[in-house]
T-cell receptor
Framework: GQQLNQSPQSMFIQEGEDVSMNCTSSSIFNTWLWYKQEPGEGPVLLIALYKAGELTSNGRLTAQFGITRKDSFLNISASIPSDVGIYFCAGPYTDKLIFGTGTRLQVFP | KAGVTQTPRYLIKTRGQQVTLSCSPISGHRSVSWYQQTPGQGLQFLFEYFSETQRNKGNFPGRFSGRQFSNSRSEMNVSTLELGDSALYLC??????????FGSGTRLTVV
């Protein structure tokens, strides 16, 4: 079935650094969603993108809907310890929401 | 407003038993989706219910079933549990624009 591939798989960065991660698919998506999951909790929606080329920010987070509609990017600026978690991209596919493989982010003080 | 509530938070069962998990969606949300999350497979779609009807189903065996009640609360049932069913089971309620809101999940351990 359709898979969303995220890279990198994991990142270990120092507090204050900027972070970039991406998500790619073999199919065109009309919506891209970015979620963050902290240990012991369910994923929480961070940003939703609905239009090719769209760039949306939510505080220190910025996400872009790729122009080919087959990819999306998430950037986190000036990372802080509470950014730790797993970041998932997601998109609707055959009437259900499918999720990427996740990028695990560790931030060291 | 209250979020998505899943009960119980943790569960330990033995192989062969069955289990029922519960999900109460956000008030006004009529769609409830269930996902299984494991380290190896990530987040896998189980099924979606809308207005008491199963609207979509993932690739899971028939041992996994669900239902939705008239108040939109949903339950999922797993029969004849296997060790591989150990996972975090997540429920999400949503509005039509795919604004899924997830619960904290039920951590099921099969021993």
């Amino acid at each position: 079935g359709q898979q969303l591939n995220q890279s990198p798989q994991s990142m270990f960065i120092q507090e204050g650094e900027d972070v970039s991660m991406n998500c790619t698919s073999s199919s065109i998506f009309n919506t891209w969603l970015w979620y963050k999951q902290e240990p012991g909790e369910g994923p929480v929606l961070l940003i939703a993108l609905y239009k090719a080329g769209e760039l949306t920010s939510n505080g220190r987070l910025t996400a872009q809907f790729g122009i080919t509609r087959k990819d999306s990017f998430l950037n986190i600026s000036a990372s802080i310890p509470s950014d730790v978690g797993i970041y998932f991209c997601a998109g609707p596919y055959t009437d259900k929401l499918i999720f990427g493989t996740g990028t695990r982010l560790q931030v060291f003080p | 407003k209250a979020g998505v509530t899943q009960t119980p938070r943790y569960l330990i069962k033995t192989r062969g038993q069955q289990v029922t998990l519960s999900c109460s969606p956000i008030s006004g949300h009529r769609s409830v989706s269930w996902y299984q999350q494991t380290p190896g497979q990530g987040l896998q779609f189980l099924f979606e219910y809308f207005s008491e009807t199963q609207r979509n189903k993932g690739n899971f065996p028939g041992r996994f079933s669900g239902r939705q009640f008239s108040n939109s609360r949903s339950e999922m049932n797993v029969s004849t549990l296997e060790l591989g069913d150990s996972a975090l089971y997540l429920c999400a309620s949503s509005q039509p624009d795919y604004g899924y809101t997830f619960g904290s999940g039920t951590r099921l351990t099969v021993v």
